[in-house]
């Protein structure tokens, strides 16, 4: 059974900042797009080398190797089939090049957005957990060493002066562990569970205008898979517990499960953040190839590089602003404080709105709620905050709890 909350929880919740959670879905909102290789760039250097270097010459039927012909030199006709290959060697060439150096050095020396905001929601007192699939996704612990993240910046600076001296705990799942990305397997009773408590959630119409007995049916929907969500990260579930675990070597070379969760679910750690597969991320090969052929397939009809990069520029911004369109932020509800593990927990309620991908939050023209073509997000929020969000079939289909 599900704990019922405190009647005097509600104002205790009253004062819980809720920019936490739009700070982390925001950012989240960003990362969808996040790429190894920068496309403009992408386009910029393939079209450099095709035009102004002439690599395009190489296609000649003629075998000429003249990379700048004079006006007066024989032009053989163009091979369909040489063109295709010489635009393509350069544009994953270029591509190549790119990802070395991205994740080579960029990501070494500069930057890593990954694993940056795996520490963001740490900072933030923010645990967000995804699922590519039924029962198969991904969790990211940012539960907070320090209980709490609405504090001064001394105090911010102190808590971080502290982890850096090793005077408190670490930032893990379990204890004397570092570890805060695992991969996620479910049992079907923890899934099955799960989709009891959503189904109000699903069912319940959108639009601007929702009648209250349905704001107050949402809202215990919401509480309800908040404490389910926060209870079962605590083992309180002897029916539905989890175990945490390594993969084997071989599970991790062809990154296959062999065993199946059985009567526990199971948290595999996860040191390389694999949850950047439900972004671009760790899309870029399927990426380039597609912009690739939408390269090559605009410049085989028009003989015309310049008119492809044009194309391929519009489709790499539609294809970018498509992927991200299913993650919403909301507006918010303060919740009750059930008291839990010792520590009060903190929630609130958040109701729909869309924001458009690799666009920052704060707009002042945001309405109340936005209907969503590919699916419904919904965001719960607390001192470990939680949130979903359930999209349709497309290249990403992440339900996350932040």
């Known amino acids: 059974p599900i704990p019922s909350p405190a009647p005097g929880d509600q104002r205790a ?4 900042s809720a920019w936490r959670t739009f700070l982390i879905a925001n950012e989240w909102n960003e990362l969808q797009t996040h790429r190894k290789v920068n496309p403009a760039l992408q386009l910029l250097a393939t079209l450099l080398l095709l035009e102004v270097v002439g690599l395009k010459n190489l296609a000649s039927r003629d075998l000429n190797v003249n990379l700048h012909p004079g006006s007066s030199t024989y032009l ?34 500069v930057e890593d957005k990954i694993q940056q905001f795996t520490d963001l929601c740490s900072l933030s007192n ?11 996704g991904f969790y990211i612990h940012g539960r907070s060493v320090h209980g709490h993240a609405d504090v001064s910046m001394d105090t911010m600076h102190s808590y971080l002066q502290k982890e850096e001296e090793n005077l408190c705990p670490l930032r893990g799942l379990e204890a004397n562990s570092n570890i805060q990305t ?5 049992t079907d009773r923890t899934r099955a569970f799960y989709d009891r408590i959503n189904l109000p959630l699903v069912e319940a119409p ?6 209250s007995s349905l704001h107050d049916q ?41 065993q199946e969760p059985g009567d526990v679910s199971v948290l595999y750690n996860d040191e390389s953040a694999l949850f950047g597969r439900v972004l671009f ?54 919740g009750p404080t059930p008291e839990s593990a010792g520590t009060h927990r903190r929630r609130e309620f958040v109701q729909p709105l869309q924001i458009q991908a690799g666009k920052r939050l704060w707009k002042d023209s945001v309405p109340c709620s936005w209907r ?29 709890f932040l």
């Open 76 to 109: 053989a006709p163009w091979s369909p089939v040489l063109r295709f290959g010489i635009a393509t060697s350069v544009w994953l060439a270029v591509g190549i090049v790119q990802v070395v150096i991205s994740v080579g050095l960029y990501e070494r020396f």
């Open 126 to 136: 923010v645990s967000v957990f995804i699922l590519m699939h039924r029962c198969y």
């Open 281 to 334: 991320y760790n899309h870029e090969l399927t990426l380039l190839v597609f912009e690739a052929l939408v390269f090559c397939a605009v410049d085989l009809g028009a003989q015309d590089f310049v008119l492809a990069t044009v194309v391929a520029f519009v489709v790499q911004k539609v294809n970018g602003v498509g992927a991200a369109s299913c993650l919403c932020l909301s507006q918010t509800w303060t």
């Open 182 to 186: 695992f991969e996620v397997l479910l």
């Open 372 to 400: 969503l073509s590919c699916g419904v997000a919904r965001i719960l929020c607390s001192q470990e905050t939680f949130v979903q969000t359930d999209c349709g079939r497309g290249l990403l289909n992440p339900a996350g």
């Open 206 to 211: 959108g639009g601007r205008r929702v009648r």
């Open 13 to 16: 919740a009253a004062s819980v």
């Open 218 to 258: 949402r809202l215990r929907s919401y509480h309800a898979l908040n404490r389910f969500l926060a209870s079962f990260l605590e083992h309180r579930y002897k029916d539905m517990d989890y175990v945490v675990k390594d993969k084997f070597l071989l599970e991790r070379i062809l990154d296959v499960e062999f």
